[in-house]
């Protein structure tokens, strides 16, 4: 069973950048797609961005576009979130998610999360 671990959550400021980086251990990472999702107070976890082993034709939600990438190196299992001209609404707790191909999302394994705020 994977297990993953986020890091990189933070405060920053309307407009400012952060990345987030997902580790994940005990399993074999190529098999995984991987995910951000995010869960803002009071909504339902949505999906932000996934990307497939071969990091080809990565898919993103549409409030996102532009905005964030999503990236792996799958030397190093790691799978990469960069946002950039950050929002207010972007507030979240984001979680990484990890599937293997086939397998229905809510089959898959989630990290613990990593908070970000965005605020002046």
């Known amino acids: 069973q994977v297990q993953l671990v986020e890091s990189g959550g933070g405060l920053v400021q309307p407009g400012g950048s952060l990345r987030l980086s997902c580790a994940a251990s005990?399993?074999?990472?190529?098999?995984?797609?991987m995910s951000w999702y995010r869960q803002a107070p009071g909504k339902e976890r949505e999906l932000v961005a996934t990307?497939?082993?071969?990091?080809?034709?990565?898919n993103y939600a549409d409030s996102v576009k532009g905005r964030f990438t999503i990236s792996r190196d799958n030397a190093k299992n790691t799978v990469y979130l960069q946002m950039n001209s950050l929002k207010p609404e972007d507030t979240a707790v984001y979680y990484c998610h990890a599937r293997e191909y086939g397998v229905p999302a809510r089959l898959g394994t989630w990290g613990k999360g990593t908070l970000v705020t965005v605020s002046s």
């Open positions: 005990r399993g074999t990472f190529i098999m995984y797609v």
């Open positions: 990307i497939t082993s071969t990091s080809g034709s990565p």
